[in-house]
T-cell receptor
Framework: AQTVTQSQPEMSVQEAETVTLSCTYD???????LFWYKQPPSRQMILVIR??????QNATENRFSVNFQKAAKSFSLKISDSQLGDAAMYFC?????????????FGKGTKLSVKP | DSGVTQTPKHLITATGQRVTLRCSPR?????VYWYQQSLDQGLQFLIQ???????AKGNILERFSAQQFPDLHSELNLSSLELGDSALYFC???????????????FGPGTRLLVL
């Protein structure tokens, strides 16, 4: 069974600085998706970024980028120029590439605080 | 706004009771997923429906059931409620077929269930 591990329960960053959140996963599959979701105090789950395992290029979305290391099964999220609105829980998630079937498997999350 | 709607937003009920949570997926999405988020268990996958048919089951209790209707909205039924069922219940939807990019799951705002 696949597992997702986020080893940092809490992180803190100064406003305008850069922070990296770690995620490792375990799978025997070669084709899959990886995601980062953000959950602010409103509890809404918001997609931040996605990565497809067959793509070697790291995904980027504005200030958010990932470092995808397939061999190491590592998928970290880098937030540049941190803003107060980035404060939230961040969840790393894995999904098999399984056609129409494929639930997300989540890590336990990292709580990010942003200091003004 | 993800385009996924869930009702009600909050639900307070007593042990032993039965409740129904409702989800309307994004327009065009065929897959609906239900997840439970609790303090001790984190985010857990419950069940998936695809175009009206059950497609995958996760850690869903026998007291819980779900269905997806012809108009693609879905309902999650929770019966014989226990204190431990108190949680945030999310519905997510995805296209469920076709291009890889469309397999991203978008989450509704969730239903907060409190069992007293």
């Amino acid at each position: 069974a696949q597992t997702v591990t986020q080893s940092q329960p809490e992180m803190s960053v100064q406003e305008a600085e850069t922070v990296t959140l770690s995620c490792t996963y375990d799978t025997s599959e070669s084709d899959y998706y990886l995601f980062w979701y953000k959950q602010p105090p409103s509890r809404q789950m918001i997609l931040v970024i996605r990565q497809e395992a067959y793509k070697q290029q790291n995904a980027t979305e504005n200030r958010f980028s990932v470092n995808f290391q397939k061999a190491a099964k590592s998928f970290s999220l880098k937030i540049s120029d941190s803003q107060l609105g980035d404060a939230a829980m961040y969840f790393c998630a894995y999904r098999n590439y399984g056609g129409s079937q494929g639930n997300l498997i989540f890590g336990k999350g990292t709580k990010l605080s942003v200091k003004p | 706004d993800s385009g996924v709607t869930q009702t009600p937003k909050h639900l307070i009920t007593a042990t032993g009771q039965r409740v129904t949570l409702r989800c309307s997926p994004r327009s065009g999405d065929l897959s609906v997923y239900w997840y439970q988020q609790s303090l001790d268990q984190g985010l857990q996958f419950l069940i998936q429906y695809y175009n009206g048919e059950e497609r995958a089951k996760g850690n869903i209790l026998e007291r819980f059931s779900a269905q997806q209707f012809p108009d693609l909205h879905s309902e999650l039924n929770l019966s014989s409620l226990e204190l431990g069922d108190s949680a945030l219940y999310f519905c997510a939807s995805s296209v469920g077929r076709g291009a890889r990019r469309r397999e991203t799951q978008y989450f509704g705002p969730g239903t907060r269930l409190l069992v007293l």
